[in-house]
């Protein structure tokens, strides 16, 4: 090796300065984003108010969705009380016969024609 005439690598031209194509200034494409949808996503939430029955047992009631006067039909479901009364059962055992009567839990009222749950009436 010649010290007087060092050699020096550099990296190859570029592939247009190699086949003599002329050099054009290339701007980068924009990135155009999805349009915005202006509808919310997902379940729209509404708010629904349930009425305090008046009593445990059936009655008559005006259906607010299917504009008719019905004999609401009830469900009594678990509520505050039942739960009071299981916990007094498991400490005192007169109690424990209540747990299997419609007395310790809440009475929902229902539309018989289309099955809206119109009013509440709870035990607490």
Known sequence: ???ENPQIYSAPPPYEVAIGMPKVNRQPAPVLAPPIDPRPCGRVIGV???KQAPTYSSYQENCTRCQ????TR???KIGIMWWLCATLSFCFFFCCYL?????????QHFCPNCGSLLAVRTRA
């Open 1 to 3: 090796m010649n010290s």
């Open 48 to 50: 629904i108010s349930v």
């Open 68 to 71: 008719t006067l019905v004999q």
């Open 74 to 76: 009830v469900e009594h």
């Open 99 to 107: 747990l299997f009567f419609p007395i310790t839990k809440d009475a």
